[in-house]
């Protein structure tokens, strides 16, 4: 299942950076990876971090989960099933971005008191977060705001931002949606 992701992804990027026109260096320059890297991955000598693929998607002013699907998502698909697995990380697709509803939704899972940052998104773009368990320390607006389960925030995600487990685990949903 690995391979076909790493395969998957590979594809996408190496796709939507031809069709953009951009070589590498461009591709590197409006993604912050480097040349190096890029070129790896799209070998598939190398399986991105999460923090790669926001960083990759961003520089193509695509979706993030555009990234791990190799097929166009129906506007009537109900679920993904796509996931990507981290220590103390992990991000399951719940419904891939979509060109009708310009939305997005992930459920992210944060262990071991983690920390994981995201670089700024396009302009327009926004996310929607609703903790399901656990602690979560959400950093926007340069400062962390904490929520509890049940708890929500709306913010620009053309900032950075993070997000942070406050305890052995902390379960949440993010919404992304793309003015």
Not at 72 to 83: A, D, M, N, Y
Request: neutral net charge; contains cysteine; proline residues 3%.
């Amino acid at each position: 299942m690995q391979d076909n992701i790493t395969y998957s992804i590979a594809q996408q990027i190496k796709q939507r950076r031809k069709a953009l026109g951009l070589s590498l260096d461009r591709l590197s320059a409006a993604s912050g990876v480097s040349k190096a890297m890029l070129g790896q991955i799209e070998r598939q000598e190398s399986s991105p971090t999460v923090a790669t693929l926001w960083k990759i998607a961003t520089g193509l002013q695509c979706s993030f989960s555009g990234l791990l699907s190799s097929t166009e998502v129906s506007p009537h698909s109900v679920s993904e099933s796509l996931k990507r697995n981290e220590a103390n990380f992990h991000i399951n697709t719940l419904f891939a971005f979509n060109p009708e509803t310009r939305f997005e939704m992930f459920e992210l899972t944060l262990l071991n008191d983690h920390t994981q940052w995201s670089d700024p998104h396009a302009n327009g773009v926004y996310e929607h977060v609703v903790v399901q368990q656990g602690e979560l320390l959400l950093y926007y607006n340069e400062q962390w705001h904490t929520l509890n389960a049940g708890d929500s925030a709306r913010f620009h995600a053309n900032q950075r931002h993070g997000y942070k487990a406050k305890g052995p685990l902390t379960r949440f949903i993010d919404v992304i949606s793309y003015l």
